[in-house]
Each structure stands twice: as structure tokens, then as C-alpha cells.
């Protein structure tokens, strides 16, 4: 009994890895998974490094999570840092003038698109019987900026953890739908690449998703993609404000936050954009010099390793139990906003 006692006394004093180890070995894992994707993104290049990674992500995820120990790598902090740092690179090879060009010309299709899903999440959902705060996180993680938008509202409406946790499940799926979808759909409706990446930048849902279903596309793609895409994120703030100010037409109960709605917006603020754009601005001054070609080599490699990590965090397991409804609704609102988009071009002879 004694010996028992001691071995299990041993075994509850054993040391376990430390948090930035253990971030350290997720980030390594995606390392590994990211040259296996730029490997072989060059025997198919159709195909593209982003796509594969996420799809080399998925599989291990949902075949050896258990015995790669992924629930312990911080894969999700390796996703974030990753995601925003291969961006803020991406930065440092524009101009800041040709973003803020772009990021004005798609402010009215933005207008447009975002009406459409909020009018289309909110009134279908009503319809459908979907409970009112999962109708405005599902809104708002598809026209905006998938899970960030997500977590910004979420204090604002006070939804629950499972409410929230669903709603970024949901965005998360159509993403992974988006990534393998949208550039085989731009290739047979024959957009020009400038026309996917506005495409892509108004109508996926998450970030990485954009990137990767951008850069899979094309090089030029994937840049206006990403430009277009964070120039969307930027308007969580007055999403947010305008959400908060709707309270008491939302929930009638609504009680006062202890947080002002001032201060959910100003935590709202991407911080990655403005050192994006900060970056820019040194390109454009010329400060990265001849190391420019190497900056923007060391962005792409980047946000392939954030992708990695972005497919590691497809459980599909994640969906078992969960209502069908929310599924249907965010499948409607993604549907609208994607061919709103497309409309709104092809009205336009933009694509």
C-alpha cells in the first residue's frame, strides 16, 4: 500500500511541460506540416501550399489527435500569432497607398454584402426559430470577421459559452468549405484574379480562410483578398457600437454591463492592422530596401504555418450533438452574401 501510495504520489508531482513549451512544440509541429504543404505544393501547384496544409492539418487532427497530444500544443495560440504576424509581413511588401486605394473602392460592396447577411441571419433565423443571440453571432461571424467578430459581440449581447463556442463552430466549418470550394468555383466561372480576390475578401467568412482560399487562387489574388478582407474587419467597431445601441430592442430584459460600450468597441481595435498598414508605410518609405523580396518570402511561409495550425483545429467531432438549425442558417447567410457579392460585380463589369 505504501509503495502505491509513493508511486502515485510521484506521479502527481511530476513536472509537465511548460505553457511556451508546449507552444514551442505546436509550433514546430506546424513548421513540419507547413514544408510538407510547400513541398508539395510544387509538383501541384493548383493546388497551393495553403490548401494543403489545411488539409494535412485536418487528417492528422482527426486521425492521431490523441496520440500527437494536440490538445496540449497550444495549437490555437500558434494559429493566432502566426496569422497575424505572416500578415504583418504581407504588410511590409505593399504600398500603403494601393491598400488604402482598394480598401475605400470595396467599402460600398462591403455595404452591400453586410446588409444582406445581417438582413438574411436575423430575419431568416426569426423564421426559423433560432434564438435571437445565435442569430446575431452567426450574423456578424459571417459578414465581418468570423470567430474575432464572434468574440467581440459576444460581451455585448451577453451570449453563453455554448451559444458562442456553436457560432464559431459554424463559421469555422464554412471556412474549411470555403478554402476547398471557392478556387475551383473561381476557375470555372473564370474570374480574373483581382475579381476572386474581392470575392473571396467579402464572402469567407474567417480570415485564414480568406488567405488561403486567396493565395490558392493566385499570388495577386490573395493579396487583393487579404486587403479587402481586413478592410472588413475594421468595421467590427461600428457593428459592435450599432449592436449595443440595438440592446433594448433585442433583449427588452437587458440589463446594464459593467463595461461601457466605449470600451467593448476600443477592444475591438485589430492591433495586428494598424502595425499591418504601419508596415506598409515603411515599404513604401523604402526602408526594407533589398530585404524586401526576403520579408515577403518569410510572410508566405508564415501564414502557411498558421494554416497548418488552423487545419489541426478541424474536430469534426466538435459538431456531434449540436442543433442543425444554427448549421442551416449560417449555410443561408454564407450562400447570400457570397452570391450578393458576385451580383454586385458582375453588375459592375468588375470581375
Not at 296 to 319: C, K, N
Request: net charge positive.
Amino acid at each position: 500500500m505504501a509503495l502505491q501510495q509513493n508511486v502515485a504520489s510521484t506521479a502527481e508531482v511530476r513536472p509537465q511541460p511548460s505553457a511556451q513549451l508546449r507552444l514551442l512544440g505546436g509550433a514546430l509541429l506546424c513548421l513540419a506540416i507547413a514544408a510538407v504543404a510547400i513541398a508539395a505544393s510544387d509538383y501541384a501547384p493548383l493546388v497551393g501550399a495553403p490548401l494543403f496544409a489545411i488539409a494535412i492539418g485536418v487528417v492528422l487532427t482527426n486521425t492521431l489527435r490523441e496520440p500527437l497530444r494536440l490538445k496540449a500544443l497550444r495549437i490555437g495560440d500558434v494559429s493566432k500569432l502566426c496569422l497575424k504576424g505572416g500578415i504583418i509581413l504581407l504588410g511590409a511588401s505593399l504600398n500603403i497607398g494601393d491598400i488604402l486605394r482598394t480598401g475605400l473602392d470595396s467599402l460600398p460592396l462591403l455595404f452591400v454584402t453586410i446588409v444582406v447577411g445581417l438582413g438574411c441571419s436575423l430575419g431568416i433565423g426569426r423564421l426559423m426559430g433560432v434564438d435571437w443571440r445565435m442569430r446575431c453571432l452567426i450574423g456578424i461571424g459571417t459578414t465581418i470577421c468570423g470567430g474575432s467578430a464572434i468574440a467581440a459581440l459576444a460581451p455585448v449581447l451577453r451570449a453563453k459559452a455554448e451559444e458562442i463556442a456553436y457560432a464559431i463552430s459554424v463559421i469555422f466549418f464554412f471556412n474549411m468549405v470555403a478554402v476547398f470550394a471557392f478556387p475551383p468555383l473561381g476557375h470555372l466561372l473564370g474570374l480574373s484574379d483581382p475579381g476572386f480576390g474581392v470575392w473571396a475578401g467579402t464572402a469567407v467568412n474567417d480570415t485564414s480562410a480568406v488567405v488561403a482560399a486567396g493565395f490558392a487562387y493566385s499570388h495577386d489574388a490573395g493579396i487583393m483578398a487579404t486587403i479587402v478582407k481586413l478592410t472588413r474587419t475594421t468595421l467590427i467597431i461600428p457593428l459592435v457600437i450599432g449592436f449595443g445601441l440595438s440592446m433594448p430592442w433585442l433583449d427588452p430584459d437587458a440589463k446594464k454591463s459593467e463595461m461601457s460600450l466605449a470600451q467593448r468597441a476600443y477592444q475591438a481595435v485589430p492591433t495586428f492592422i494598424l502595425l499591418f498598414l504601419a508596415a506598409a508605410v515603411l515599404n513604401s518609405l523604402g526602408w526594407f530596401g533589398s530585404y524586401a523580396p526576403d520579408v515577403q518570402l518569410l510572410g508566405r511561409w508564415v501564414l502557411v504555418v498558421a494554416l497548418a495550425a488552423v487545419g489541426l483545429q478541424g474536430y469534426w467531432a466538435a459538431f456531434v450533438g449540436a442543433g442543425t438549425k444554427p448549421l442551416v442558417l449560417g449555410f443561408v447567410t454564407w450562400v447570400a452574401v457570397a452570391v450578393s457579392s458576385l451580383g454586385i460585380q458582375t453588375w459592375t463589369h468588375s470581375l
